[in-house]
């Protein structure tokens, strides 16, 4: 069976992105699925997050050209199961290039077919930059599914509004008629105050089901893990912030009805 390839994306900054797609990886590789990290923002927050050095020339940004093998680029991160293709600040330079070339919004899909058709990883997950430029529509016309984290605060909504039209675009214009989103995160959950109540109230009111159940809060210990180049789970095991994101594993485990 192919790979299935998850992009977690929000054009906004902020809002957990890039701590949901390590954790994310982070545990379904504990859980032993076979997961290979593709960093895609140039700001490589991630790859450090994964305790991977930035190292120019290591990411996918040539591939992406048509220069080399995406293959080529795969590193090993500490953890069992769990692979990771780093980013680098030469990405940044990938918005321009890439957006100049011929198919250039199925430059990704193209690199990746060769790793999803083989059988080393079961899962691909990318985090896209923050933002709704080339690397992102890249992302999205390569990705099966789409998770969008959103932070617990009143201009949640748009972010999904805009996500929703994108998807639909990118349905009807051919460039990726199968993407569906697999949902919506809530994340820097702040249980003492009404307002992050009162924000996944109204988004489960408007997307209904297609909302996670499970809430990430927000806690020092998640902020924290990123700096010490680990994931939550091998950072502070019995945090809550651990428990959230093995919690929310299971739940993107069964709607992939892996």
Excluded: W
């Excluded at 790979?3 to 929000?10: D, L």
């Amino acid at each position: 069976m192919p790979a299935k390839v998850i992009a977690i994306a929000n054009q906004k900054g902020g809002v957990g992105k890039t701590t949901t797609a390590v954790n994310l990886a982070a545990c379904l590789a504990a859980l032993g699925k076979r997961v290979l990290f593709v960093d895609l923002d140039p700001q490589a927050n991630a790859t450090s997050g994964l305790g991977i050095e930035k190292i120019e020339g290591a990411s996918a940004y040539r591939p992406l050209l048509g220069e080399g093998a995406l293959n080529d680029k795969i590193q090993r991160t500490a953890y069992d199961r769990l692979d990771i293709i780093p980013s680098e600040v030469d990405m940044c330079g990938a918005e321009i290039e890439v957006s100049r070339l011929d198919n250039h919004l199925h430059r990704l899909r193209k690199t990746l077919e060769p790793l999803r058709a083989g059988d080393r990883h079961e899962l691909i997950l990318v985090d896209c930059p923050p933002s709704l430029g080339i690397l992102t529509l890249n992302a999205f016309a390569a990705a099966d599914y789409l998770i969008v984290p959103l932070q617990c605060e009143y201009y949640a909504l748009e972010g999904v509004a805009m996500i929703h039209r994108l998807l639909s675009q990118l349905r009807e214009s051919g460039a990726n008629p199968h993407l569906e989103l697999l949902g919506v995160l809530m994340t820097m959950f702040d249980g003492r105050t009404n307002l992050s109540h009162q924000v996944v109230g109204e988004v489960r009111k408007h997307f209904g089901p297609v909302v996670f159940e499970t809430v990430i809060p927000r806690t020092t210990r998640l902020a924290e893990a990123p700096s010490f180049g680990k994931p939550i789970i091998y950072y502070d095991k019995y945090s809550t912030g651990a428990a959230a994101y093995e919690v929310l594993t299971q739940e993107v485990l069964t709607r992939l009805k892996i």
